[in-house]
Nanobody, 121 residues
């Protein structure tokens, strides 16, 4: 049974950092694109970034470039989202998801349950 479990969310102040984790069981991350999405209250879920094939390629949405870093520990089958200089507009539920499709808009195979990140001003 495949399971993705996010952790590391919390309540922080603007300018602080958080590191989210997405741990997988039942699949191997290095065989997938692993995407981070976020969904703010009352808004659509949006793409944050992607790490592909165990780290061979990493991409970010423009709003987080220079502040967020995605990495992976293939031995632990875990992907991380390091978020620095957090802003109130980063407040959202953050999800990880896996896909073997090139388009981030394609249906993903599995999703985590999400972890709440709240940034106060």
């Amino acid at each position: 049974q495949v399971q993705l479990v996010e952790s590391g969310g919390g309540l922080v102040q603007a300018g602080d950092s958080l590191k989210l984790s997405c741990a997988a069981s039942g699949l191997t991350f290095s065989s997938y694109h692993v995407d981070w999405f976020r969904q703010a209250p009352g808004k659509e879920r949006k793409f944050v970034g992607r790490i592909s094939w165990g780290g061979s390629r990493i991409t970010y949405t423009d709003s987080v470039k220079g502040r967020f870093t995605i990495s992976s520990d293939n031995a632990k089958n875990t992907v991380y989202l390091q978020m620095n200089n957090l802003k109130p507009e980063d407040t959202a539920v953050y999800y990880c998801a896996v896909s073997q499709k090139a388009l981030v808009t394609a249906n993903h195979d599995y999703w985590g349950q999400g972890t709440q990140v709240t940034v106060s001003s």
